[in-house]
């Protein structure tokens, strides 16, 4: 199909220009369905011995609301947080506090309601 840009002074076709945003919001959603829920902080192997006692993970979030955010220790046992708080629609943020850890190794999960999220593995609390 073609249509006359009287601006241009020529005929452009649409359907190349069509094909192109078609592809670029299909890889944008196939992108963006992969990091609903992520994890800015701890990272994978970090060191949070100074904030052990008061930790306060956060992340971002996008397109839907938070769904599970959990720290397991190094024997799987689940610490649940005692607050959290996410917002997709405006902020584009989560965050969760975490009651005193006792040092170990711990594993950080979060997802959103639909369980696409992220896993930081590693997590030091030293003595």
Request: proline share 8%; glycine share 12%.
């Amino acid at each position: 199909m073609a249509i006359k840009f009287p601006w241009l002074g020529t005929r452009r076709t649409i359907s190349l220009g069509l094909t192109i945003v078609a592809f670029g919001l299909a890889v944008f959603t196939a992108i963006d369905a992969n990091a609903d829920a992520t994890i800015g902080y701890p990272q994978k192997d970090e060191d949070i011995t100074s904030e052990a006692s008061n930790l306060v993970a956060t992340g971002d979030l996008l397109d839907a609301p938070i769904g599970t955010v959990v720290l397991y220790d190094a024997d799987g046992n689940p610490i649940w947080p005692t607050y959290v708080f996410g917002d997709f629609e405006y902020l584009g943020y989560w965050f969760a506090y975490f009651p005193p850890l006792p040092p170990g190794v711990y594993v950080l999960h979060v997802e959103d309601i639909y369980g696409i999220g992220e896993t930081a593995r590693g997590i030091y609390v030293g003595p």
